[in-house]
């Protein structure tokens, strides 16, 4: 819109009391331009508009697409009408209204001069965000994004805010951040390139120092405070106390056996915990959360005297034994010599598991050591109590063989209860170099109960006494001065026994070797030679009588039986065939 001279005049008029007043200004007008025409005057002065600055104006009129705008200046100004609008919002803008606007410079085709409220408003927020970074103050915005290396903030305009600069300590879970308002620190600024850097970690150590400055004034060694819970490890778990950590073992946690931390913990609760060491130097803090709670361990003996039968439940299992809750903070120990009477316990997982309810007999008390030993096997029979009525000496059983050894076989007697059928009770006649000889492992076989010893645990059968004992009438078959025939089946430092019957041994000793004297008994006679000698001597006890030990011979010669002897000698032979 364009000004005329005429227009003009009559403005001025209007702002004029009279006529007198109006002649007496055009006079005074007349005498400052000098020579200067009206029109050469107000063309000057729309040079002089303070082009690039900032000026406070008022809205004289909205139209379709301009807002015109009163600066105090000969012309108006002329804001786009969308730099007014608001999301959702087109009336923006009212006659009257007072806005701050950018002189970007005068339209010819107009006279009007071009404004912009967005760049003021853009220069304004560049001075207050330098103003706030020079003065270290602090500026609101929203966490808007997730980019590499950080996250966008809204703070009027995108600001960046790095990965390192969002938290004292890592954020495992940083997209929970989007969409908070948080405070922030300007920590660099170029208002050229349109950068600015925040920082949130600032604030937050701000605010921990003084948290900590604050609760180092009142901790103290003994103290019950409150705290959270802000990381776990294996070992134990960091409690925030208000600006500084202090650290809980695992020991200290919980009463009960626990595994891990997370049993009684979890990250982000509030906890009340007892200071147990302070070091106000190092500022270093040790907290416990047992501690809060009364010892459950007084007076334990009476809550669970030895020898009365309790229920709990099994919290965990090791190598050596199973621990038993019997109470809150109680437990006790189920070593795995306590689990089983009879059967052998490889692990103490084969009897019980995690969770089990069990009944246990307590064994022992240590209040001290704060120590229970339970027995599980006790709060059964013990099978060995009534074995031996149930299974006499010399009564005959039947059972499947278990396992073979080298020295015997074990035959299953009772649930649990293995009998030993040792090797040299297993055949009067037969020797044998081991017993799998003749039996097998899961073979169902026949045995006499020999002997019961309940203190050791141990159960003797013998399968040789199911039948008669050819040892008993070898008096009858053999006598003292009788020839035999045999063949060596064994040669030993003292003598050398032959077979003279199938399974019928005689020894001939080395003095019985040779008249002359024989130091080594392979220099006479040799495995597996067949020789000729004379029966010297049929008694059981005769190898006592000669200075040898049956159980010896038994130990050296296992499979050999020693239930009877015949003495018979190759020199006593030779001497009576002499004298006849």
């Known amino acids: 819109m364009s000004v005329s001279k005429e227009d003009f005049i009559i403005e001025r008029i209007d702002d004029c009391h ?39 104006g008022r809205v004289i009129n909205v139209g379709p697409e301009f807002v015109t705008v009163d600066i105090g200046l000969k012309s108006e100004g002329q804001v786009p009408l969308r730099e007014f609008f608001t999301k959702g919002d087109s009336t923006a803008v009212n006659i009257g209204d007072t806005v701050d606007v950018f002189i970007e410079g005068k339209k010819s085709e107009t006279g009007l001069i071009s404004l912009s409220k967005k760049k003021a408003d853009q220069f304004k927020f560049w001075e207050d965000i330098g103003r706030t970074r020079n003065e270290d103050q602090v500026i609101e915005g929203r966490i808007v994004s997730r980019i590499k290396g950080g996250f966008i903030v809204d703070i009027g305009i995108p600001a960046f805010l790095p990965g390192s600069q969002v938290d004292i300590r890592p954020i495992r879970n940083s997209e929970k951040l989007i969409g908070s308002t948080c405070k922030f620190q300007i920590i660099k600024l170029n208002h050229g390139k349109g950068n600015v850097v925040l920082s949130r970690r600032i604030i937050l150590e701000k605010e921990r120092d003084a948290l ?76 416990g959360l047992k501690q809060t709670i009364p010892d459950p361990w007084e007076n334990i003996a009476e809550k669970f005297p030895v020898g009365t039968r309790v229920k709990g439940k099994v919290t965990s299992i090791t190598d050596y034994g199973a621990f038993v809750q019997l109470a809150e903070g109680i437990e006790g120990l189920v070593h795995v010599s306590e689990m089983a009477w009879t059967k052998r316990v490889l692990h103490p997982s084969k009897i019980l598991s995690v969770g089990d309810e ?67 009770d297993i055949s009067w006649v037969q020797r044998l170099k081991h017993p799998s000889e003749l039996y097998k492992k899961g073979q169902e076989v026949q045995a006499i109960v020999l002997n019961i010893d309940k203190e050791n645990q ?20 053999f006598k003292v001065g009788q020839l035999v025939k045999g063949k060596v089946t064994n040669v030993a430092k003292f003598g050398a026994f032959v077979e003279i019957e199938p399974g019928i041994e005689g020894l001939v000793h080395i003095s019985e070797l040779s008249h002359q004297r024989v130091e080594k008994v392979e220099e006479v006679i040799h495995e597996g030679q067949e020789i000729e000698a004379v029966v010297v001597n049929v008694d059981p006890k005769a190898l006592t009588l000669i200075g040898i030990d049956p159980l010896m011979l038994r130990k050296n010669n296992p499979g050999r039986s020693t239930s009877g002897y015949i003495s018979i000698g190759i020199a006593t032979m030779l001497k009576n065939q002499i004298v006849e």
């Not at 331009?33 to 002089?48: A, C, M, P, R, W």
């Not at 302070?278 to 500022?283: C, I, P």
């Open 18 to 56: 009279s006529t007198e007043e109006v002649e007496e200004q055009n006079e005074n007008m007349s005498m400052s331009v000098e020579g200067k025409s009206f029109q050469d005057l107000y063309e000057e002065s729309l040079q002089q508009v303070p082009e690039g600055g900032i000026v406070h």
């Open 212 to 287: 900590r400055q604050k609760t180092l004034e009142t901790l103290e060694e003994g103290k019950i405070v409150e705290g959270v819970v802000k990381n776990i490890t294996d070992y134990g778990a960091f409690v925030d106390l208000g600006g500084i950590e202090g650290l809980m073992h695992i020991t200290d946690m919980s009463l009960r056996r626990i595994n891990h931390p997370t049993d009684v913990l979890m990250v982000g609760a509030k906890i009340k915990v007892k200071v147990l060491q302070f070091d106000r130097e190092h500022q270093r803090v040790y907290l």
């Open 358 to 424: 069990v009944e246990v007999l307590v064994l022992d008390v240590e209040q001290t050591q704060k120590r229970i030993s339970l027995g599980l096997k006790q709060t059964t029979p013990n099978p060995w109590d009534t074995i031996a009525e149930r299974y006499p000496v010399g009564i005959k059983i039947h059972g499947r063989i278990k396992n073979i050894t080298d020295f015997g076989i074990f035959i299953g007697i009772d649930e649990g209860i293995d009998g030993l059928v040792h090797i040299s």
């Open 458 to 477: 141990r159960f003797s059968l013998g399968m040789k006494q199911l039948q008669n004992n050819p040892w008993d009438d070898v008096h009858h078959r």
